[in-house]
């Protein structure tokens, strides 16, 4: 088991640096940065090449990743465009990316697996089509509207809630937090009610109840436990995309986070930034996946890693 | 909306947490402790360059050095006009060199005394290559400019050979040819002085910037807000008459608009499109609309044979009418937007140029002639129309469908123009520089200052900086020439008229519409307005 | 219903000889009946498979059958829109932006004064393709190599995972606006072929994550012991096992693919007009929602109307394949 992990830590190794080699030339290949620099005209030529040059945009890609990554190396992941450290961006936009995903990833296993279980054990009774029309809901109407609504009914019509996020506190973060999860919510109470129902019937949920076990111990202990591979494998999958890809819910509730960065990063083709946050990310999905592997030989004891 | 009575509450919550974090010392919204009192707040987007005045192009970090920083002119809020604010006098016999005396009695925030080396030393740094400032090109009809700051290769001078600081009180600029708009120009901000700890210790300077306007910069959290408090001893006749301005950075202008709905924010000065159709209902009579310096184009590139072909001019010509101009002002922007008849703007005022109606014909709306002067001219270059515009910022989708869909109504094609979207405003810029462009794109204009000259010059001059398109004329470059050289305003003016039109009869860019600047205020604040640049006057506004 | 496929696991189960069965299993076995088998060969004489005992059991399957009738009604609007809307869904009047249902319109006028109901008909082939292609080609390379990966273990699955791994790193945003910004042709297969590529990598582990738990079990063990080929035991004993998370998430994702082309479209590179899609419709429709929801309500709707007609199948195909619910 150690053995395992310690591979595994040492495969983040080629990771890291293929990802970050991969983002590095993705970002160089959109072109030019420094035409988007001067507003609604070119720069002069020799401020360009000024420009270039202080970003060290005029060096060939090869000798740019290699200054790059030498400097990552020392803590230093350079400046954006505006003249601040993409440290000290990361360092206000990951604390609170990290609450809100934290509230999401929350959202999706309370109320997705409680929907599931609850589905998963009464298909096609009203319940399991109330939800199923609400997971429809979520799916085909877009995290902007839901957002938008939200916000004017809970802020404005109810004063439930503060519209926008301003200090990023937990609290603040609840109904983005459940915005931001929706589309994973249906993924997830779907996935447990499709193993719920598919276990329901196995043999060893039959011996439970055989046996004359209460039937909440079978649920959670016998049905639930070896229900939920695919549903841990989906979270994890899912936290990634729920940090890097919230652009949608951080800018409708203000919250100055890592979607929001990166992807004003990406339009503003700022190679430092977007480096930077998505190497950082690329840490957290190795390490996600790394528990997910770890969580397969906890829920089911016959998987071993050697 | 019952939400403004939570406003007070909201006011005081946010001083209180305001005092909360910045003693937690937190990881992001600190700083700005004790802002109570009459404090505004207002929506505010991350400024894109450090902001130095000279390096600050676009209207959020403008908006900053407009509120911290006054120059030798100032432009009136509500007319434009440039009046002497830190000058005493400008003057010159020949329109190319002048003499500058500035008054007595003002100073930095810091207590520096501005003197002309203030001045001199500002303009030195803002042209030099060195120091990357994205508006040099503002010194560039200064004498020497072309040693500081080479087309290419290295700098051959560290200051500009025109400047020369006379005593503490007065200096002389040189130009390198004749214009006399020149001295209406000083009201830009990057003309501003600047104090010696700029130089000394700039990095310092960056993190807080200090000025000589109304207001000082009392903290600045990158990306997320500044607090903005009224300088008590600010010579200027303009002081604030409110105690300070919070600026919060909003990720998104509608979450802006619906935090001022709640209560939470007293001004934002960038409504949604959205959301125009609801700010009678939303917001009552707390809403402006007034005109800016903007005007939105529709430019073509002249370096493709088939718009630069004899008879195309007829095409372009026909686009135009073939565009309901009001319909689409009326429907997609609710009069936030007025059709223009002219290529210039409505804030310049009758005096300073603009006129109403020097399109003529060509810029109304008539389907049927459009029709025929398309076909006139050879029909639309490649059989399709495809306006390309920037999808990353400012909707302009919605005005490009609006438009293709009126040619397509006027042509009887459906399929006649479509827009063409590119992903980001770099890669934008980026076709244009390199000729790329194969059909008409979408062209905004925001003045510097408001001249005449400023909407005609730098658009459509042969080779000038944001002659996107290209286009060349003699004839508009000598009258342009002749326009700068004519030292009465009303003759230069006149001038300037007839180069416009020459770029109406060759239609060398469609215009549409003139921009207006829209806001929304809270009901605690009163005298809000928006000057022609679109930014809120902030030191006229009262709080309570 | 005598189920043929599951003969082998019993069969072990009864001798005993499957070492790490757990209790349920076991018992199970001896509870249960052992299935008389009169029946092992099909009407035609030939031996029948799960797959065709699943197409027996769909064919008579309401919920499937409904599914199919909705899936069906889709292609053919897609293929023929002009069947049933007159009128081209690019002719748009500004005068009538956001109107309300007018005759020949029933769903109303959107912001740029086009009719809903045309747009929303026409809308159905780019909508269409774009999901369930970007689908099938994510299920296919996603479920195979996650499948493989999770089954051999090792080297196979450390690689192919750090490569997934390498892929979920790109953001979505990027991807688009780097790969798709090149492509001149205006056809949904570059969007199609991106969404594959980004895509995969989310069934891909989900697929392994099912295979690694499906592979332990005791009939696949059984299976192995008596020297059944890797294939053989891929396809015929982990696949009907493994392959209901993988229908969930695919049926899901269908709906977010229309979606997120409409995404790409409002990044500038998706489908460039004169396209028409839902997704293109929904997104301009949704900061009007306030005043015209309408607009979004339609082609909102039709998407969900998609989503569920193919959850719904996957739900009955899922069923189908699961011995145990017969």
Redesign the interface.
């Known amino acids: 088991m150690g053995r395992y992990v310690l591979r595994r830590l040492l ?1 983040m190794i ?2 890291f640096v ?2 970050t080699m ?2 590095f030339l ?2 160089n ?2 072109g030019d940065p420094v035409a988007g620099l001067c507003g609604e005209q070119s720069c002069d030529p020799a401020t360009a090449a000024q420009l270039k040059r202080e970003f060290g945009l005029d060096k060939p890609l090869w000798q740019q990743y290699v200054t790059y990554m030498g400097n990552v190396f020392t803590g230093d992941f350079g400046t954006a465009f505006n003249g601040q450290p993409v440290t000290e961006l990361m360092a206000t936009a990951f604390p609170v990316t990290i609450r809100l995903t934290i509230v999401a990833v929350f959202f999706e296993i309370v109320i997705g697996i409680t929907l599931g279980v609850v589905t998963g054990l009464r298909r096609g009774r009203p319940v399991d089509s109330g939800v ?1 029309l609400a ?3 979520v ?4 995290t ?2 839901t957002g ?2 939200l916000q ?1 009914l809970l802020g404005i019509r109810w004063h439930w809630i503060r519209p926008s996020v301003r200090y990023g506190t937990f609290d603040e973060l609840i109904v983005p937090g459940l915005v931001l999860a929706s ?1 994973s919510l ?2 997830v109470t ?2 447990t009610r ?2 719920i ?2 276990n329901k ?8 109840i ?1 046996k004359g076990l209460p039937r909440h111990r079978v649920v959670t202990r016998h049905l639930l436990r070896n229900s939920l ?2 549903v ?3 979270i ?2 899912d936290i ?2 729920l940090m ?2 919230a ?1 949608v819910t951080e800018r409708i509730f203000n919250i100055h986070g890592v979607g929001y960065q ?2 004003q990063g ?2 503003r083709q700022n190679t430092q930034t ?1 480096v930077g946050f ?1 190497t950082v ?2 840490l957290v ?2 390490v996600a ?1 790394l528990l ?1 592997d770890l969580l ?1 030989a906890v829920l ?1 004891p ?2 071993r890693y050697a | 909306m019952r939400g403004f009575a939570h406003v007070r509450w909201a006011a005081g919550a946010v001083a209180t947490a305001l005092a909360i974090t910045s003693c937690g010392g937190g990881w992001g919204w600190g700083g700005g402790g004790g802002n109570g009192g009459a404090v505004l707040s207002s929506s505010w987007g991350d400024p894109q360059n450090p902001l130095e005045p000279a390096n600050t192009n676009e209207v959020q970090g403008g908006k900053v050095l407009d509120m911290i920083f006054r120059g030798l002119k100032k432009y009136d809020p509500r007319t434009g006009r440039a009046q002497d604010w830190l000058a005493r006098s400008i003057v010159t016999r020949d329109s190319r060199h002048f003499t500058v005396r500035i008054k007595d009695g003002w100073t930095f925030s810091d207590g520096e005394r501005i003197t002309a080396r203030s001045f001199v030393d500002a303009w030195n740094y803002g042209a030099s290559l060195r120091n990357n400032q994205k508006n040099a090109y503002f010194f560039g009809y200064i004498d020497g400019y072309d040693q500081v700051h080479p087309d290419s290769g290295t700098q051959r001078a560290d200051t500009l050979s025109g400047l020369k600081v006379l005593d503490d009180r007065t200096f002389t600029v040189t130009l390198n040819q004749k214009f006399s708009g020149f001295p209406d120009t000083l009201g830009y901000v990057a003309f501003a002085p600047l104090p010696r700890v700029f130089f000394t210790d700039h990095a310092a300077w960056v993190r807080k910037p200090v000025g000589n306007g109304p207001y000082a910069i009392a903290s600045y959290t990158k990306g997320a807000q500044m607090y903005l408090r009224k300088w008590d001893g600010y010579p200027g006749p303009d002081s604030a008459r409110n105690d300070g301005v919070t600026l919060l950075v909003y990720t998104d202008s ?1 979450t802006a608009y619906t935090d001022l709905l709640a209560g939470n924010l007293d001004l934002v000065d960038d409504i ?4 125009l ?2 700010v009678g209902g939303d917001l009552g009579g707390r809403y402006i609309n007034s005109p800016a310096g903007i005007i939105q184009t529709i430019a073509f590139p002249y370096y493709d044979k088939a718009w630069n072909r004899p008879g195309a001019e007829k095409v372009r010509t026909g686009l135009s009418m073939a565009i ?1 101009r009001r ?2 002002t009326d ?2 922007f609710r009069k936030t937007r007025t059709p223009a008849t002219d290529w210039t703007s409505p804030v310049l005022g009758a005096d300073g140029g603009f006129k109403p109606g020097l399109c003529g014909a060509a810029c109304d709306y008539d389907p049927a002639r459009a029709k025929k002067l398309i076909e006139d001219g050879g029909g639309i270059p490649g059989g399709r129309l495809r306006i390309t515009y ?3 910022s400012g909707s302009h ?2 005005w490009i ?2 438009v ?3 040619i ?2 006027a042509l009887g094609n ?2 006649a123009c ?7 405003f770099a ?1 934008f810029r980026n076709r244009i520089g390199q000729h790329k462009m194969t059909g008409p794109f979408r062209a905004g204009w925001q003045m510097d200052y408001p001249l005449i000259q400023n909407f005609l010059q730098p658009l459509y001059y042969t080779g000038a900086s944001s002659n996107d398109g290209k286009w060349s004329n003699g004839d508009f470059d000598r009258l342009v020439d002749r326009a700068n050289a004519e030292t009465r305003p009303a003759t230069s003016v006149a001038v300037f008229q007839q180069a416009e039109k020459v770029v109406r009869d060759n239609m060398a860019a469609i215009p549409l519409w003139y921009q207006n600047g829209s806001a929304g205020y809270s009901d605690r604040l009163s005298d809000v307005a928006l000057n022609p640049f679109s930014v809120p006057v902030y030191n006229e506004i009262k709080v309570g | 219903m005598p189920e043929q496929p599951y003969e082998p696991e019993r069969a072990i189960a009864g001798t005993g000889m499957g070492g ?1 069965m ?4 076991s ?3 001896t ?1 249960e009946p052992a299935p008389t088998a009169p029946q092992v060969t099909g009407p035609a004489g030939k031996p029948r498979s799960l797959w065709s005992d699943a197409w027996r059991d769909l064919r008579r399957n309401p919920v499937f059958l409904l599914s199919a009738l909705v899936i069906l009604f889709l292609v053919f609007i897609s293929l023929w829109p002009s069947a049933i809307a007159s009128g ?1 869904p ?6 009538k ?1 956001q109107d309300g249902p007018a005759p020949g319109a029933p769903f109303g006028y959107d ?3 086009c009719n809903v109901y045309t747009r929303t008909v026409y809308g159905a082939r780019t909508s269409v393709t774009v999901g369930l292609c970007a689908t099938l080609g994510v299920v296919l390379f996603g479920s195979v190599l996650g499948g493989l990966a999770g089954y051999y273990g090792g080297v196979w699955d ?1 690689v192919l ?2 490569l997934t ?2 892929f ?11 790969l798709l ?1 090149v492509v001149t042709s205006n056809t949904v297969w570059p969007v199609i072929g991106f969404m594959v590529l980004l895509g995969w ?2 069934i891909s ?2 697929a ?3 295979v ?2 499906a592979k ?1 079990n005791d009939y696949v063990q059984a299976a192995r012991a008596l020297g059944a080929s890797d294939s053989r035991i891929l396809l015929r004993h982990i696949a009907p096992n493994a392959v ?2 993988v ?3 695919a ?2 994702a269908l ?2 693919y229309i ?1 997120l082309e ?1 995404t790409l ?5 998706g489908l ?3 396209s028409v899609s839902w997704g293109i419709d ?3 429709a ?6 015209a929801p309408h607009a ?1 309500l339609w082609p ?2 039709a ?2 109307l998609t ?2 007609a193919f ?1 719904m199948l996957g ?1 009955a195909v ?1 069923d189908a394949l ?1 011995p ?2 017969r």
């Open positions: 495969q080629p990771v293929g990802a991969l983002i993705m970002v290949v959109m199923l997971t429809l809901v799916i085909s109407v877009p902007f509207v938008l609504l004017l589309v249906a993924y779907r996935l499709t193993s129902a598919e019937r196995s043999d060893y949920v039959r011996t439970a055989a591979i695919p841990v494998t989906f994890g999958t990634g995309a890097g890809g652009i990166l992807y990406i339009l977007v998505v990310l690329v999905f190795l996946n997910v397969y089911d016959r998987i | 509608n949604p499109a959205a959301q159709k609801n309901n319909q689409i429907t997609i920037n999808a990353d989708k919605e469908d609006a293709c869909n009126s397509n109504n459906d399929k479509v827009g063409n979207p590119v992903g980001t890669d | 790490a757990d209790l349920g299993a018992e199970a076995a509870l081209s690019l002719t748009c009047d500004l005068a932006a912001g740029q004064g450390s995972s750090r791994d390498i979920f790193a790109i953001p979505v945003v990027l991807g688009g606006l780097v910004s990598p989310q582990r989900i392994r994550g099912s690694i738990t332990q209901a998370p229908i969930v998430v049926t899901i709906g977010t979606a409409a479209s409002y990044l500038g590179v460039k007009p004169p929904i997104s301009a949704s900061p009007y929602v306030r005043n979004l909102s709707g998407l969900a989503v569920l959850i739900d899922r699961d145990k619910l």
